[in-house]
């Protein structure tokens, strides 16, 4: 069974950091893009960050340019992201997603994570 396992919300006061951890399981031979998305209550899922297998430049959210980082471990199936100078209108839930996803010689257009919650308040 192909899984994504997110680890490391939690309250952060404005300005600070987090960092989340996201591991696939389950026999993966590939991943064609990780990333991470977020969902803030009343608004609809939005992409943060994603990295494309072979692709040099990540890609990132206007919103967190500048501020959040995203990496991938291609070999160990893990992305994370950095999150820095965290604003109050970063709390969301941060899900991690996998797209082009290969596991056990089955096919999957995408897979999402459970869900982190992050949020930023005094």
């Known amino acids: 069974q192909v899984q994504l396992v997110e680890s490391g919300g939690g309250l952060v006061q404005p300005g600070g950091s987090l960092r989340l951890s996201c591991a696939a399981s389950?026999?993966?031979?590939?991943?064609?893009?990780m990333g991470w998305y977020r969902q803030a209550p009343g608004k609809q899922r939005e992409l943060v960050a994603s990295v494309v297998t072979g692709v040099g430049s990540p890609n990132y959210a206007d919103s967190v340019k500048g501020r959040f980082t995203i990496s991938r471990d291609n070999a160990k199936n893990t992305v994370s992201l950095q999150m820095n100078s965290l604003k109050p209108e970063d709390t969301a839930i941060y899900y991690c997603?996998?797209?082009?996803?290969?596991?056990?010689?089955?096919?999957?257009?995408?897979?999402w994570g459970q869900g982190t919650l992050v949020t930023v308040s005094s």
């Open positions: 389950g026999s993966i031979s590939s991943i064609n893009v």
């Open positions: 997603n996998g797209q082009g996803v290969v596991s056990a010689g089955r096919g999957y257009r995408e897979i």
